[in-house]
C-alpha cells in the first residue's frame, strides 16, 4: 500500500460506487438548513452537490424546490453556509462566502430578487431575525479562530504572499480569535456589537432588545465545555450571567417576547452535538425548569410560538419530532421512526405553520429526502436520489436496530446491516462512533466509510451505541464519564458476542474501525481482547498525556478520564492504547489528518509505533491537508478504498499481504 492509492481496483471500485450515490456535475444530492413558511409553497434549503468528481470537496448552494416540482432549482453560485426566513416568511437571509478570503457575506433575497447585501470579516456561523423582522443577528468566528471537531478540528488560516518557509508564531491570543456577536439594521453596514474577553458560541434573539447566548470567558475551543447562558444587551453588548449549568449547554432560543429561553442541558464531548434535557429559564428571576420529554433525547429547539416550542431528538433507536406546549406543559409527539431519520449531525427539524414539521429525511438504504410531517403523516416534498442511486444501493442491506445485554446486565443498542443474500456466519467490521457523547443511527449509506462496499463481499456492519450514547437518557450518557474504555468497551464486547452467538458472525473474522472517541477504541480495544483480526483507527488518541498537551481541546481528557494529566499513573497512563498495544499482534491500518487539531497526527504516529512493536503490520497514512475524521475529498474515496484493501488482505484475503 504505497502513498498514491489511486491506481488501485480498490479505489477505482469506491469512486466508481459513491460517484453513483451523490450523482456528481451538479446534482444535489444531500440538504441541510431548510426553512419555509406556512403561508408559502416554496421551501428553501442548502443542497450540497459535487460540481464535478470526486477529486474536490461538494460545494453548498442555496436551492428552492415548490411542492409538485420534481427537481430543486439553484439560487446561487456560491459557498453557503446559513439560511433564515423572516417571521412573516418573506425575506430570506443568506451567509455565504464573501471574495475575499477574510470575510463572509450576508444577503437578502425577497420575491427571487436581491434587496440588500453586506460584508462581515470572518465566517458567519448563525443568523437569526429579531422578532419584528427588523435586523439581523450573526454569530460570527474571527479569520483566525479554531473550528469545531465535527466541522473539521483545524484553525482557520489565510492566504498570504509571503514565502513558504516563515513559521507559523502562536501565541495563544489575538483579536482574530474571538466569536462574536453582529448586528444588522437591513440598511448600511453590520456593527460588532459583543467584544474580548466575552466569547459567543451560540446565540438567538430574546425579544426585540436582548440577546439570549452562550459564552465564555476565553476564544479558546476547549473553554465551551464550561460556558454559561448570558443575556446580551443588544445596543451596549454588556453580558448578564443567567445561568451556570452542571455540565454543558447549547441551542439558546430565546421566545418572540422575551419572556423565556428554551436551551438543551446534557453531558457532552464535542460542540455542536448537545443532546439531552430541555430546559426552559425565566430571564427575569433567572429560574430554570427542566421541562420532561418522554425519554426523548432533545437535539433541536425553535418557536412555533410565543408558547409553543418545536422539537427533535432521539429515543433509543427512534428519531422523534414533537411540540411541548409551555402553558400546559404538554408533549405532543408528531412523528416517530426507525425506519427514517434527520438532521445532519443529530435530529434536525423546523416549524412549518400552526402543527407542521419540516426536515431532511434519510435512512441507510435510503437517499435523502426534503419531507414534512403534517397531521401526523410524512410527506416527500422531493427526493435528492442521483438518477443511478437506486440501482447502486440496491441488494446492499438495510440498517436493522439491534439490542443486546452488557456483562453487568444493562441492555445496550445498535444497529447491523447485513446482505439480504446473508446465509451464516460472516466477517464482521465494528464501526464505532465519534463523541463518545454521540450516536449512530439509521443515516444514509453515502455518508459510512466503506461500508456498502464490504456489505457487497458479504460483510456485517456493527453500529454499537455503547453508554455514554445519546437517546438513552443523562444517566446513561454520564456512565462514560471517568470510565472511557473501560464499561463501554465492554458494552462493544459484548455486543460482538452476542452477533457470534447468534451465528451472524464469524468469531475468527472480526475488525475495528472509527473515527476520533470511534479511533480512540478502535486503538483501545485489541489491547482489551484477542477477538479482532485487523484494526483501523483513524484520527485515534494513543496516549492520553500527549494528547492533553497537544489538543485544541484539553478539557475534554481533564472531563471524560476525572485524572490528573500532570502525576503519573491513574487514566491517562492505564488508558492509553499507545501503552498496551504491544499486548496483542493485530494487523493495524492508522489513519490521520495533518491539521487536526482535536486529535493532532501525533497521535496516530503513536498508534502505529506501537502497533510495530508489537509485531503487527502496521501502516500510517497522514493526509496533510485534512482536518479531524478525513470527512474531505478526495480523501474520503481514498480511505474507504484503503479500508477495504486491509480488510481483503488481513481479514478477507491472504495474511501474508504486503504494506
Known amino acids: 500500500m504505497g502513498g498514491d492509492f489511486r491506481s488501485s481496483p480498490e479505489f477505482a471500485e469506491a469512486e466508481s460506487f459513491y460517484s453513483a450515490l451523490f450523482g456528481l456535475r451538479g446534482h444535489v444530492f444531500a440538504a441541510r438548513s431548510s426553512c419555509g413558511h406556512a403561508s408559502a409553497d416554496a421551501v428553501f434549503f442548502i443542497g450540497q452537490s459535487f460540481e464535478d468528481d470526486l477529486k474536490a470537496a461538494p460545494v453548498s448552494r442555496l436551492y428552492k424546490i415548490a411542492r409538485g416540482e420534481a427537481a430543486p432549482e439553484r439560487l446561487n453560485d456560491v459557498e453557503t453556509r446559513q439560511i433564515r426566513l423572516s417571521p412573516d416568511g418573506q425575506v430570506l437571509a443568506v451567509a455565504c462566502a464573501g471574495s475575499g478570503a477574510s470575510v463572509d457575506r450576508i444577503e437578502l433575497l425577497a420575491g427571487g430578487q436581491g434587496i440588500a447585501v453586506a460584508d462581515v470579516p470572518g ?56 466569536r462574536r456577536i453582529w448586528l444588522w439594521d437591513l440598511e448600511g453596514e453590520p456593527t460588532a456589537v459583543t467584544s474580548a474577553p466575552v466569547n459567543i458560541w451560540e446565540a438567538s434573539w430574546c425579544g426585540p432588545d436582548s440577546i439570549a447566548a452562550v459564552t465564555s470567558g476565553d476564544h479558546g475551543e476547549g473553554s465551551w465545555y464550561a460556558a454559561k447562558l448570558s443575556l446580551i444587551d443588544a445596543k451596549s453588548g454588556s453580558a448578564k450571567l443567567l445561568h451556570t449549568p452542571r455540565d454543558q449547554i447549547g441551542v439558546p432560543r430565546g421566545s418572540p417576547g422575551g419572556a423565556r429561553i428554551a436551551f438543551i442541558q446534557a453531558f457532552c464531548s464535542d460542540r455542536g452535538l448537545v443532546a439531552g434535557q430541555l430546559s426552559v429559564l425565566d430571564p427575569v428571576n433567572g429560574e430554570v425548569a427542566v421541562v420532561p420529554t418522554g425519554s426523548i433525547d432533545i437535539t433541536s429547539i425553535e418557536w412555533r410560538s410565543a408558547t409553543s416550542l418545536h422539537l427533535s431528538g432521539i429515543r433509543g433507536h427512534q428519531t422523534v419530532v414533537a411540540d411541548y406546549d409551555i402553558s400546559s406543559a404538554t408533549l405532543t409527539e408528531l412523528w416517530s421512526s426507525t425506519e427514517l431519520t434527520c438532521g445532519e449531525w443529530a435530529p434536525s427539524a423546523v416549524p412549518m405553520g400552526t402543527a407542521g414539521s419540516l426536515f431532511v429525511g434519510e435512512a441507510y438504504d435510503r437517499a435523502p429526502i426534503l419531507a414534512e410531517v403534517v397531521g401526523g403523516e410524512l410527506r416527500e416534498i422531493v427526493s435528492l436520489a442521483a438518477p443511478g442511486a437506486l440501482s447502486t444501493m440496491s441488494g446492499l442491506g438495510k440498517a436493522e436496530p439491534f439490542s443486546w445485554s452488557a456483562p453487568d446486565g444493562l441492555e445496550i443498542q445498535g444497529w447491523i446491516v447485513r446482505s439480504p443474500v446473508a446465509d451464516g456466519p460472516t466477517p464482521l467490521l465494528v464501526d464505532v462512533h465519534g463523541g463518545p457523547i454521540s450516536s449512530h443511527r439509521n443515516r444514509w449509506m453515502g455518508r459510512t466509510r466503506a461500508a456498502p462496499l464490504l456489505v457487497s463481499r458479504g460483510w456485517t456492519i456493527f453500529f454499537p451505541n455503547p453508554r455514554g450514547s445519546t437517546g438513552r437518557g443523562d444517566a446513561f450518557a454520564r456512565a462514560v464519564q471517568g470510565d472511557m474504555g473501560g464499561a463501554d468497551a465492554d458494552d462493544i464486547l459484548s455486543g460482538i458476542d452476542a452477533l457470534v452467538q447468534k451465528g451472524l458472525v464469524d468469531p475468527g473474522r472480526v475488525a475495528i474501525t472509527g473515527t476520533s472517541y470511534g479511533g480512540f477504541m478502535s486503538a483501545w480495544l485489541p489491547t482489551r481482547s484477542d477477538r479482532f483480526a485487523a484494526a483501523i483507527p483513524i484520527s485515534p488518541v494513543g496516549d492520553w498525556y500527549s494528547q492533553h498537551r497537544t489538543t485544541q481541546i484539553p478539557e475534554f481528557d481533564a472531563l471524560m478520564l476525572e485524572s490528573s494529566p500532570w502525576e503519573e499513573g491513574g487514566a491517562y497512563f492505564t488508558r492509553s492504547p499507545a501503552f498496551y498495544r504491544q499486548l496483542n499482534s493485530v494487523p493495524t491500518l492508522v489513519m490521520a489528518g495533518g491539521i487536526d487539531k482535536s486529535t493532532p497526527p501525533g497521535q496516530a504516529l503513536e498508534c502505529h509505533f506501537a502497533a510495530l512493536r508489537s509485531g503487527s503490520p502496521s501502516a500510517l497514512a497522514t493526509y496533510p491537508n485534512a482536518g479531524h475524521s478525513l470527512r474531505g475529498y478526495p480523501e474520503y474515496i481514498d480511505t474507504a478504498a484503503r479500508i477495504v484493501w486491509w480488510l481483503d488482505s488481513y481479514v478477507g484475503g491472504s495474511s501474508t499481504a504486503k504494506v
Open 123 to 178: 465566517r458567519i456561523e448563525q443568523i437569526d431575525w429579531s422578532p419584528d423582522g427588523q435586523r439581523l443577528l450573526m454569530v460570527v468566528a474571527g479569520t483566525g479562530a479554531d473550528l469545531a471537531g465535527i466541522h473539521g478540528g483545524y484553525a482557520q488560516k489565510q492566504k498570504t504572499d509571503t514565502p513558504a518557509w516563515l513559521p507559523e508564531v502562536s501565541w495563544g491570543e489575538g483579536d482574530d480569535l474571538w
